[in-house]
Every structure is written in C-alpha cells, then in structure tokens.
C-alpha cells in the first residue's frame, strides 16, 4: 500500500511545482543577459529613467545604450555590423529607409516633438528674440548658432526644412540662403544634443532642439508657428514643400527627405543576440504606464496606444506587442 501513496505523494509535489511556475508570469523564462540598444540623443534622458526602471523588474538583465544621431545608429548596424538588439530613431522614416526589410521587419511608431530655437540668459539678443524676429536675429552679424549634421541626425534636417517653410510663411523670398550664410560649417555638430553644451558655455547663442530636450535641460525656447515647427501632423500638407538630400544607404547616394510632422519610431533587430529581453523592454516602454509615462513626464507626447501604419506589419510584431498597438498611419 505504500508504493501507491508515495506515487500520489510524488504526484501532488509535481502538480504544486507546475501551478507554482504557472502562477507566476515569467519566471520560467526571466530575461537575462547584455541587451544592446542604439537610440537618438534626443532620447537620452527619458532612455536613462526607462532603463533604471527596467533593470529593477529584471535584475538580471543589464541594457547598454549607445546615443548618436539616429542615421548614424542605423549605420552602426548597416555598414559597422555592430550587434544590437533594439534600434530607436527620432524619425520613424530612418527604420523605414535604411533597416527594412533587411535588418528590421517592423517599425512601431511612438511618440512625436517639435524644433525649438534654443537659447540661455547667455545669448545675444534673448532679451528681444521672439517668435516675430527669430530669423532676423539669426542673420545678425556676430551672432553664433548652429544645428546637428543632417546627414547624421533627424534634428539636423529638420532644422533646414523649419528654414526653408520660414521663408515661404514668413513669405520673404531668399530667406533661408541669408540666415545659412550666417552659419559656418564649424556649426554644424554630430547630434543636437552636442549643441547643449555650446549654449550652456556660451560658446553659441542659438541652437535648434526638440521641445523635449529643451525642457530636459532647462533652456529657454522661442516657440514657432505650427506651420513650421514640425509638430502638428495637420500641416503635413505645408510641411511637404520641405525637402533636404541625405547621404543614403551606400557612398555617393541620397536620400531625399520630405518635411513631416515629427514622429518617433523603435524597432527590434531581426539578429537581435538577445530577444526574449528585447522583447521585455519594448513592452515595458510601449505600456502607458510604463515607458509611455517617462516621455510624458519628460515633456515628449507619446502616441497612446503606439502605432504601426498596417494590418501586415502588426501581424509581425511578437504576440507580448500586439496589444500595446494600433493600426493607424
């Protein structure tokens, strides 16, 4: 009779065991490891609170960020072969042009900004710069400004198509060859956030920003008319008559690049060394109490739910994201 009741015994330990791992989420398969993830600089500080926050749910995992203008991260991948897992652009158009289909099978768009002209206490002229005079202070003789490498960074390019909608709203022809001409080559840095230090220092008087970063950092801003800041998709229409050319996928090609309301995206890496915590982050960040709150908090309005623009591409998503998204283009 003992041989029956060690086998129920046996039986029953190995049913509690079961319903104790089903019992609790994730703790037959808790995400371990290095996890690599390439982002806009622009993103910096909402990134450095989302990873402290990450890394107390999974202790186990250790997230590495690197921050540079977003072409140049998606470069990192494309021509340096870097191994990375999550890649975040501050324009969703970088994943399009240069990571899929090849690197990146999808691209969830999550947030959005605006161009700020930057400036501090500082500054020549910030007690007179306004929204009404701006571009005249920028041509001013003396005055220092610049804007990131468009060729590296999203702010970079759009710092060039607030200039030239400027002119034609401000409706004052040649405008945007007059303020360039009052900005040397030596202006122009790697990633908007490198210009944060010049203004700081007062080794520049104004530099374009996301409203976002601006905020982060305590600047002071002089706020555009929606027609040319780049921050309300209702006048992508006007925005279109922007264009700048962008190195592209290989030496000697280009890329044209349209005005847009700013949008942000984030993708995983299809050879991602370390899926499963990949996986963990994005649903960490795209919930709306999660990774959501910090870009709000943070002065950055996240698209709640985040967006992919098709049925097809949310199909692709892994099964935890479908939920966190919509389609909507």
């Known amino acids: 009779m003992r041989v029956p009741i060690v086998r129920q015994i046996l039986a029953l330990f190995i049913i509690a065991m079961l319903a104790a791992l089903v019992a ?3 703790a037959a398969a808790e995400p371990k490891g290095k996890l690599v993830m390439f982002h806009a600089g622009s993103l910096t500080m909402p990134f450095e609170t ?3 926050e990450f890394e107390k749910r999974y202790p186990g995992v250790d997230l590495q960020r690197e921050a540079s203008g977003s072409q140049a991260a998606a470069r990192k991948i494309t021509d340096l072969k870097k191994p990375c897992d999550i890649m975040a652009s501050a324009d969703f158009k970088v ?6 289909p090849k690197h990146a099978d999808w691209n969830i768009r999550f947030a959005t900004n605006q161009l700020v002209l930057c400036y501090t206490d500082k500054s020549k002229y910030a007690a007179e710069v306004s929204a009404a005079n701006w571009y005249e202070i920028l041509q001013r003789k003396g005055v220092v400004w610049g804007h990131s490498d468009p060729n590296l960074d999203p702010c970079g390019y759009r710092a060039l198509m607030v200039l030239q909608l400027a002119e034609k709203y401000y409706k004052k022809p040649g405008l945007y060859d007059r303020m360039l001409a009052n900005r040397p080559q030596a202006n122009i840095r790697p990633k ?3 210009l944060v230090s010049l203004l700081q220092t007062g080794n520049m008087d104004y530099a374009w920003e996301y409203l976002s970063v601006a905020v982060q950092h305590g600047l002071r801003y002089v706020v555009l008319p929606d027609e040319i800041n780049l921050g309300n998709y209702k006048q992508d229409p006007f925005y279109s008559q922007a264009v700048v050319k962008v190195t592209g996928k290989k ?8 005005g847009e309301s700013v949008t942000y995206g984030i993708t995983l890496i299809k ?8 996986i963990a982050f994005l649903k960490y960040m795209l919930d709306p109490k999660g990774g959501l709150k910090v870009l709000k908090d943070q002065g950055q309005p996240p698209f709640v739910p985040c967006r992919v623009p098709t049925e097809s591409m949310k199909s692709l998503l892994p099964a935890d994201l479908r939920g966190l998204v919509e389609v909507k283009d």
Do not use: F, Q, T
């Open 24 to 26: 609790v989420p994730g």
């Open 50 to 52: 989302m990873e402290k």
């Open 95 to 100: 994943i399009d042009k240069l990571l899929i």
């Open 192 to 194: 908007s956030v490198e």
């Open 251 to 258: 030496p000697g090609e280009y890329m044209e690049m349209r």
């Open 271 to 278: 050879d991602a060394p370390n899926r499963e915590a990949a």
